[in-house]
């Protein structure tokens, strides 16, 4: 009887044997045996509470806890622990009754508490601070780093994966002091490791989990928001254009001009900027799928380039950059952290190409159209003296003009600036914010503030999203401030929240302890993730690569596995810390 009443449940929920290993926390291949009858769980093993916790967790999650208590007889108003009491008693309907006392003598008690320990890198980052007596402020100065991201560790919404060089330093100082403090026997009971057995190696592996470790997905996207999250205006934006002489070793010398190697492209690239800006070119295209060292590893140039750069785009200069997203994580990221203060000035549209760069092969392709053009084409592994022809004759520019057009007919969007106010269409959405949403408040809520802004913001935000709950699923991830002596206004949007999540089941809220990223706000879905920020909160920015969409989408979900709590429980907690009357 349990095994056919577990694969009903699993078909009901139209989840696979993967989905519910995910929710339950442990392998596919458990839920497979358990499905085929090979392996039945005893009542009152941490294997079946995991099992009723992954089962009640997936309905809840797929909005459909209406049918599961609908099949086994629950009450779908009742509180998360009698739903699952209700599993528990129709899956093992024919068990004696005696396999049902593990809540009264505390087993369930210690599941619920063993199941989370030390399972992700917050959590064991936790203990081994806890173990060296180490505090956010403490490491933050080893480490040379911030202690609000420290704490962002701690607490599971960031993780150093994006950066090798702080992720080796926080494992190397703990190890370090744990082995000094003479606590290996406390670290080998954590690791599940002999104390023989230790080493930085494998304490390195442990800390940071193989699967953290080796997620591409998530630490890329890690490193791009962090990107976005700690961009301050630069101080080029207003500084002076470099002096007109520096480009006199440079000038037009005919219809063609060769320069080599790296040096010879940035005067190449020089030249081509200040051409540009002072002939007022209303437009620059531009293509490189080069290594980025020849713009990134010289401050003095790269300082030049970025003046020329936002002069260009100030002076009127529309800019449509092809991006290679081909290249590894780190040269992305350089590449976007140079761009971002030009994306800002909303000047530039930004694509890449669908076909695969050809690797035997490197192009450099800058265009004005009908001004002039820097051209390269050589081996790959030619860095030294790769050649670079600069075009100004004007038959030789319709033909690369031409080229582009090509080019820019085999290329998508990559970036591009909407409204922060847009939903994607026919998709769910994830929300990770640094403060509740306006959408999320009533009109009455809204007006009580008189703030004609704050109202504007509802008006264009909360129609779209009471639409978009119509359709699609709609998470929104935020803290909340302390429950201690919170203000009117406050409580009435918290019970504006618990409305929505009991009115909408496609509405979802995962109170998280503190903003990951504090400086923008994120929509993330399946086609498009749009990053707002601070200094801009009426215009976001738009990434529309699968991939770079699949690695947003990839952190947001970590982060709601990390703080899911179930609806019914999250609202009790929402109204018996917010709501109640003092």
Known sequence: MFTERINTLLDLSGATSADIAAYAGFDRTNISRIKTGRRIPA???????????????????????????DCIGADETGSAIMIKDSIRAWLYADYEEDYFRSRENGVSKKHDKSRHRAQTFGERLNLLMDMTGLTNIQLSRITHTDPSLISRYRNGVRTPASNPVLSAGISSILYDRIIKGGK??????????????????EFHMWLYGQSERSDDYLSSAEGLLGIFDSFTPPSFASSAIPDD?????????GNEDLYYGVDGLRQAVIRFLSTA?????PEMYLYSDEDQSWLTGDREFTSKWASLMYACVNSGTHIRIIHNVDRDLGEM????????????????????CRRHRNRRFTHTFFLIPGIACIRSFDVSSVTADRIYHYYTEQRTLSVCRASFDSLMDTSSPLMKPLPSSVYPEASDVIMIRNSLSAATMSRELAESFGDPALMDIWEKTHDALLRKLETNLVCECAPLTDAQDPSKQYSEHIKCITDLMNTFSNYRFYPVPEPPFPNIDLLISDNITQITPAIRPGQSFSFVHPSMCMAFKSYAEALMDRWRIDRNTLCRQLEESYLQSP
């Open 43 to 69: 009542p009152n093993s941490s294997t079946s509470y995991k099992l009723i916790e992954g089962i009640y967790l997936c309905f809840d999650g797929r909005n459909i806890l209406k049918q599961l208590c």
């Open 184 to 201: 290996e026997d406390e670290l080998s009971k954590a690791m599940n490791m002999p104390v023989s057995e230790l080493d930085d190696e």
């Open 277 to 281: 800006l002072h002939a007022h070119a």
């Open 333 to 352: 990221n350089d590449a976007i952290r140079s761009w971002l203060p030009l994306y800002m000035s909303g000047m530039i549209e930004s694509f890449y």
């Open 245 to 253: 002489k520096a480009y006199d070793t440079v000038t037009d010398n």
